[in-house]
């Protein structure tokens, strides 16, 4: 009986994967998000290939259509034209092709890679598609410093939230009231025609959102430019960890794809990255935050982006211990872990984006992170917890960390990557 259910389950998520697919690249989900995005593609590539390798390192690829000649990996690349999502290429105005958008995501794509090639069956064609692809993640992983840690201080710069990944995170609350709500671009926003409005961003967090692109779009969209001139500047833990990770996994493909220069050269920011992370741990909140470039002050919100580090392999033993204690206390407010906020602080909301919600993907970092560290019971029983969270509610776009509820949009093309690698 399980075993029927079992397989009845694997299909259901491999079929969300085709039925999402438009053609060598998955949409994130049909309509709410009809393109492809960054790093939700990662993700959606680890998952094809337990079932798929040939269709993986598409994904991987058509993504790079995306790439710019500087480095940049868009955060979304616009392969078919759609009037289900605000804000399109009109609005970026960016001249490439495909269109792009003009920011970036969280760097999981070298360390997807080096899955695909790890755990290959089909080793020609893995060794091909790498050879193809080193070159490329060397140049992102480069432009990423030049382009956003010019002062080579170890921490990368993120400058819209969008960015993040994590849209709304209260993390972004007091960086963001910086930014004016007034707006160049008429705000036309679609996704709350797809989902309910009070799980999605507030009308405010638009405007802000919007005037930022306004900004980047006014300031041509060269990346010195848009340093100098964004209201919004953070070093955010997430995507700082998830970089140094990508780093740790680039340096391993250097070893088969590349040069004794380009290993010294990602050993070095490597060693950069490890550095600066460590002056993020929060020993009061027991995990690392973020810190604001502006305010020049650390970000004292706890967020599930601050177990990350584990998962960067940055976090000492000690620390990691800590951290297990934090998600233990967390998990005495709340039936399910890991929350996207701390359920004790005020801006926690167990329904709103990522205020609160558990998101399949950062559980399957943190879990993978702390295995790494050692602790295979908590491992365990997060990524038990993120299985049957989906086998009740869905392949949802995220979890109520209160009840377990599947919510946001459904069919979602990264749940069902999670749900395969987690059943693999
Ligand atoms: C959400 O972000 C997009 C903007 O990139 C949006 O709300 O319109 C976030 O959850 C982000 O992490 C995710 O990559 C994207 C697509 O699933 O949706």
Redesign the pocket.
Known sequence: MSDHSDQTRTERARATLRANDRGGYCV??AR??PFQ????SAFVAMGWATFDEPRAWDEILSLLRGQWDDGLIP??VFHAPSDD?FPGPDVWQIHHTPPT?GIT??PVLATAARQLLERAKDHALAEARMATLYPRLLLNHRWWQQARDPARTGLVATLHP?E????NSPAWDAAMARVPTTTETVIRRR?TAHVDPAM??RAEDYQRFIHLVDVFRGAGWAPDRMLAASPFKVADIGTNAILLRAERDLLALAERFGSAAERAEIAARIAGMQAAIQRLWDPGLGLFTCLDLIGNAPVRVGTSAGFLPLYGRAATAEQAAVMAGTMQAWAQRVAWLVPSTDPAHPSFEPLR??RGPI?AVVNWMIADGLAQAGNAGLAAHIRDTTRRLIEAGGLS??FDPTDGRGVG?AD???TAAIYLLLTD
Do not use: K
């Open positions: 994130p989900t709410l998000y995005w960054n790093w939700d955060h979304i999502y958008s995501q969280p969008w993040t990944g994590m849209d996704d999605r961003p984006y990522w998101w776009e995220y949009g979602f093309s990264w």
